[in-house]
């Protein structure tokens, strides 16, 4: 079982609809990581949070700790969010990556 | 702020030859990792250096894979000899004392 597992594993999307991820792990954490990942490979880092909720954009993370459960929500999406997201929970310096959603937005 | 550099970006080879990948992290960034991804899957990683001694290499496939960090500033990962199934993207990230990390763009090596 991997400490850290993402739901969907795929999602496809009408451009303008409002998007959820949802993240779970079983580690304990000092904070979790949102990345995006484009074709190509590069990963880019879209949120680090330890507690309640960031916002950039139309990008909201939210995360309870207690529940050991984290969400990506992308509002009024477009094609260019079209990319594979990845949460990784941190432990001390070490990180357990989700598996990843793919997703794409069509227009 | 520069980000973390690699290269090269792709690369063939054979199955049975070496090759050799190089990151240059943030600098002042004391942790470096190195992590293999697969097609379809996460990041898994192969080793984590703080400064140049390593913290956790226990995924890493030791027969074929090395790793090195001389001077607790850039690193080179060999794989000698490669496998088909070594083929991947290999990612370079760092970190300032397990904060966010930063990704490198990746070399993707294809073993024919």
Known sequence: KNEVEQSPQNLTAQEGEFITINCSYSVGISALHWLQQHPGGGIVSLFMLSSGKKKHGRLIATINIQEKHSSLHITASHPRDSAVYICAAITGNQFYFGTGTSLTVIP | ?112
């Not at chain 2, 992590?35 to 390593?54: A, D, E, R, T």
């Not at chain 2, 083929?87 to 970190?95: E, F, G, N, R, T």
């Open chain 2, 1 to 112: 702020e520069a980000g973390v550099a690699q290269s090269p970006r792709y690369k063939i080879i054979e199955k049975r030859q070496s090759v050799a990948f190089w990151c240059n992290p943030i600098s002042g960034h004391a942790t470096l990792y190195w992590y293999q991804q697969i097609l379809g899957q996460g990041p898994k990683l192969l080793i984590q250096f703080q400064n140049n001694g390593v913290v956790d290499d226990s995924q890493l496939p030791k027969d074929r894979f090395s790793a090195e960090r001389l001077k607790g500033v850039d690193s080179t990962l060999k794989i000698q000899p490669a496998k088909l199934e070594d083929s991947a993207v290999y990612l370079c990230a760092s970190s300032f004392e397990g904060d966010e990390a930063f990704f490198g763009p990746g070399t993707r090596l294809t073993v024919l």
